[in-house]
């Protein structure tokens, strides 16, 4: 087998974690980048969960893809697994991605299992801010998380219009003194 491609939609851009020898924008149709994950652990307590990312079904996504070694296959996979299965609530997937330079290429991406008990689902932006904005889990704040995935999505020139929103509500919200939601979504 030759070298592979892996699709980053959230921290896996700015810190993949992995060797690759080429980096490019790319999107992903069929899904969108969401908040659709309940954090039990990381950004969240299962008293009190926060939100992190997936991918869920509709939509495009923009992102990177990184072109990976074939030498390196099995080590980058193994670390991707431990790193993105903790809880198994993503699925691995080979999907195509249509890159900046115009190729199609297929790529490793890891989609939010909708049967999952984590599977927040399709929430609107202003009730992803009130579950993000007050949960804190190992990793720190759920709105640090959220606000630093904006951050990093500007500097490389991704705009994704919900999830400003979602960070827009969160820090109107704070300044308005308005407390954080305890209750979680009904699905």
């Not at 099995?74 to 991605?97: D, G, H, Q």
């Not at 804190?136 to 020139?157: C, D, F, I, R, S």
């Not at 300044?175 to 305890?182: F, I, L, Q, T």
């Amino acid at each position: 087998m030759g070298d592979f491609w892996v699709f980053g939609y959230g921290s896996l851009m700015w810190r993949p974690g992995f060797a690759h020898v080429d980096v490019e924008p790319a999107r992903l149709h069929g899904f969108r980048r969401s908040l659709c994950i309940y954090s039990w652990m990381y950004r969240g307590t299962q008293a009190r969960p926060g939100l992190v990312l997936g991918l869920d079904r509709g939509g495009s996504c923009v992102g990177l893809a990184f072109r990976v070694p074939a030498a390196l296959r099995e080590e980058v996979l193994a670390y991707l697994r431990e790193r993105e299965l903790v809880t198994n609530v993503y699925l691995e997937r080979t999907l195509p991605v249509r890159l900046h330079s115009g190729n199609t290429v297929k790529a490793v991406c890891y989609i939010a299992d909708r049967h999952h008990e984590q599977y927040a689902g399709n929430l609107d932006a202003g009730h992803a801010a009130e579950i993000a904005r007050g949960a804190v889990g190992e990793a720190g704040p759920n709105a640090e998380y959220v606000l630093n995935t904006l951050e990093h999505l500007k500097a490389l020139n991704i705009r994704d219009r919900w999830l400003e929103e979602v960070g827009r509500r969160m820090v109107n919200d704070e300044r308005s003194g308005d407390e954080p939601a305890v209750g979680l979504p009904i699905r």
